[in-house]
């Protein structure tokens, strides 16, 4: 019997790996396809918003993209 890993996401790398094909989109990827279990709570995700506000200032936010993965993880991320 194989045991999925469940991962919960750092702020800073799932913020900073939007842009890139990095860690983050290989963590979505491997859980898109049932490799691992992502882990998260309410108060996870609104840190993962207010970091990228923070690092947004003075240049063009990712916010679609990061809405999208948000989105994404609120609903199908084990609470």
């Given at each position: 019997?194989?045991?999925?890993?469940?991962?919960?996401?750092?702020?800073?790398?799932?913020?900073?790996?939007?842009?890139?094909?990095?860690?983050?989109?290989?963590?979505?990827?491997a859980?898109?396809?049932?490799?691992?279990?992502?882990?998260?709570?309410?108060?996870?995700?609104?840190?993962?918003?207010?970091?990228?506000?923070?690092?947004?200032?003075?240049?063009?936010?990712?916010?679609?993209?990061?809405?999208?993965?948000?989105?994404i993880l609120?609903?199908?991320?084990?609470?």
């Amino acid at each position: 019997m194989t045991r999925q890993v469940k991962v919960m996401p750092e702020t800073n790398v799932l913020v900073s790996g939007i842009p890139a094909d990095g860690v983050t989109n290989h963590t979505l990827t491997a859980w898109s396809t049932g490799l691992i279990r992502v882990v998260t709570s309410p108060p996870i995700l609104e840190e993962y918003r207010r970091v990228e506000r923070e690092r947004s200032k003075g240049r063009a936010p990712l916010v679609g993209t990061l809405n999208a993965r948000l989105a994404i993880l609120t609903v199908h991320a084990l609470r």
